[in-house]
């Protein structure tokens, strides 16, 4: 693996602060749905790649949408078409697509989460009814508010999920979070994953060892390295890790999906 | 040929290149970006007697030209490292440098005699300078006195060359280095890095969790280099410079300052095949300077 050059092949926002970039890059090849990749600013005073999500990866063809969350995403955001960034990866573990087989698959979506699981709704929509593949794929996407034009969710429709939208302050779709969406619409699931704010998946953890039921989740950290070396982004675990032989797993390395029920949030 | 290998210890290395302890792992997860048999030795994560949790998260910070970073030396401790990151660097051709960390006198020297009987280990450094955990570490490395006892202590427990890791955080750089030299220390590295703070004025919260966190980067390197200068003139063992380097430019700079040997640090999150570019960029910079042995460059500066 090296850190490579990717060519900014288009950029559109998709609502306030939240941007949509393709890019042509070899660090595309090989990526699994749920791994991310290391962007990093071309300003040389800003030395750590940005630990931003795959949404989507087709052979050369690699898909970020991020919120712009500080100077960093700020300055890559500003990039044009047909402008180049370094970029390391696919990194790390990816969802578990096998878990779904035979399942009612609930896909939770809060905000800026939303991007991590379009490419898992894409492949599981494309196994859909086989023998290792879902029985049912829904995605329940929570927005804020309005304003942030229900950002994905067609994406995720296009490729054949179940879509329900929810909004903090109902001024679009279903009032409320994604799990109250969930417990209004009486939508039932097998298998949840899920990726989005801290408190959103702290509630999913707790709602899924309700119902019994398995539950992925995606986590986000401080990242230095991005490949397991600097111990920079550990989450605390309920059992000793088998890496680190204390209560810490890589959100890098052994992430960023974990079984929800082996993580402390 | 350019002869890029230095004298250390009374061991010789292929170049002068390694990496800075905890910015690199055991080179496991590295080795996958980087041939690490190409570097001039390997230099390890802490490890201690047993098992450390380090700190809560956040444990890292961007700041401009740098980071900060309070991990708080979580390391499985030393069984596991012998079984597991040893028993990986025995298949390389690469020396070894493993750095030790203690809450205690005691656990370093228990930590230095189970290491020093290793035949894969070459030399010992001592983290006597780490500023994120609250016993041991710092404590020992920002007294002259403590840092005198806790040198003597571990090199009589040691059976290879004994390494103290300097802390910048100090008034006095130069007294420091000879403390170490008067306990016996066979070499000295440094800096560490440089106790720091970031506030979210947004949140009004520290960035990190532990408050405060230690600076490295390219943001450091000038003091570094003027440490470094400092620190070996004061003293006749050898020194490993490192703090900020992120090209051969650096690397050469450092060594004309007082090192023999010098160590990349954070700029292996930046460019993970950095130090096998540095290598080859310093013999480019010797075919252009004319310049047959790297090693005669080595404290030019103190004329």
Same mark, same amino acid.
């Given at each position: ?6 060519? #900014? ?5 998709? =609502? ?14 090989? !990526? ?15 030395? $750590?790649?940005?630990?931003?999500? #795959? ?6 063809? $690699? ?35 096998? !878990? ?7 896909? /939770? ?7 991590? $699981?379009?490419? $898992? ?5 494309? #196994? ?12 329940? /996407? ?7 034009? !229900? ?20 001024? #679009? *779709?279903? *009032? ?17 994953? !899920? =990726? ?36 920079? =982004? ?17 959100? =890098? ?13 | ?104 006198? %005691?656990? @370093?020297? %228990? ?41 003597? &202590?571990?090199?009589? &427990? ?37 106790? +720091? ?51 051969? %430019? ?6 004309? +300052? ?12 930046? %460019? ?12 480019? @910079? ?18």
């Amino acid at each position: 693996m090296k850190k490579c050059v990717a060519h #900014i092949i288009s950029k559109t926002q998709l =609502c306030e602060g939240i941007i949509d970039m393709r890019l042509r890059t070899e660090a595309a090849r090989g !990526a699994r749905c749920g791994q991310f990749v290391l962007v990093f600013p071309n300003d040389p005073s800003r030395l $750590l790649g940005r630990p931003l999500c #795959i949404c989507q990866a087709q052979e050369d063809c $690699l898909r970020i949408v991020f919120r712009i969350s500080g100077r960093g995403t700020q300055e890559i955001s500003e990039l044009h078409t047909d402008e180049k960034i370094m970029i390391e990866g696919p990194l790390g573990n990816g969802w578990d697509v096998s !878990a779904a087989a035979g399942k009612e698959v609930l896909l /939770l979506c809060g905000g800026i989460g939303a991007p991590a $699981l379009l490419q $898992l709704a894409q492949d599981l929509c494309s #196994i859909k009814g086989k023998e290792n593949g879902p029985k049912q794929v829904r995605a329940i /996407l929570g927005y804020r508010d309005a304003s942030m034009k !229900a950002f994905l969710a067609e994406d995720f429709k296009e490729h054949g999920a179940e879509v329900i939208i929810a909004s903090d302050d109902g001024s #679009i *779709g279903v *009032g409320g979070n994604v799990l109250d969406a969930a417990k209004q619409e009486g939508i039932g699931a097998d298998v949840i994953y !899920a =990726c989005g704010p801290m408190p959103m998946l702290s509630a999913v953890k707790g709602y899924a060892r309700e119902k019994g039921i398995p539950a992925y989740i995606s986590l986000e950290e401080r990242m230095a390295c991005g490949v397991g070396a600097c111990l920079g =982004c550990v989450v605390k675990t309920a059992e000793k890790d088998g890496h680190s032989h204390v209560n810490n797993a890589r959100i =890098c390395t052994e992430g960023p999906v974990f079984d929800a029920s082996e993580v402390i949030l | 040929m350019r002869d890029l290998s230095v004298s250390f210890c009374g061991m010789k290395f292929k170049n002068p290149v390694t990496c800075a302890s905890g910015t690199f792992g055991s080179g496991i997860e590295y080795s996958e970006f980087v041939d690490i048999d190409k570097l001039g030795a390997l230099t390890t994560k802490g490890v201690s007697v047993t098992a450390w949790e380090g700190n809560a998260t956040p444990r890292v910070a961007e700041t401009p030209s740098g980071m900060m970073n309070a991990i708080g030396l979580q390391n499985p401790g030393v069984d596991v490292f012998i079984q597991r990151d040893l028993a990986f660097l025995r298949e390389h051709d690469v020396p070894v440098i493993v750095n030790v960390c203690g809450h205690s006198t %005691e656990e @370093y020297v %228990e930590a230095v005699k189970i290491l020093s009987d290793r035949e894969e280990v070459s030399c010992l450094e001592i983290n006597v300078s780490c500023p994120n955990v609250k016993e041991g570490g710092i404590a020992f490395g920002t007294d002259a006195k403590s840092l005198f006892s806790i040198t003597q &202590a571990v090199k009589k &427990a040691s059976k290879k060359p004994v390494i103290m890791k300097l802390s910048p955080n100090v008034t006095d750089i130069a007294l420091m280095a000879r403390s170490a030299e008067e306990g016996g220390a066979d070499a000295i590295s440094l800096i560490n890095t440089f106790t +720091a703070m970031k506030i979210d004025i947004y949140r009004k919260c520290f960035v990190l969790a532990n408050r405060t966190g230690g600076l490295s980067g390219p943001a450091i390197h000038p003091i570094a280099v003027r440490m470094v200068y400092e620190a070996s003139k004061a003293v006749k063992i050898p020194v490993i410079g490192m703090g900020g380097i992120a090209c051969a %430019e650096d690397a050469i700079e450092m060594m004309m +300052a007082g090192a023999t040997l010098v160590a990349v640090g954070m700029m292996n999150f930046h %460019e993970p095949a950095l130090m096998t570019d540095i290598i080859k960029d310093m013999e480019g @910079y010797m075919e252009k300077t004319g310049l047959e042995r790297i090693s005669d460059i080595i404290g030019c500066m103190h004329g």
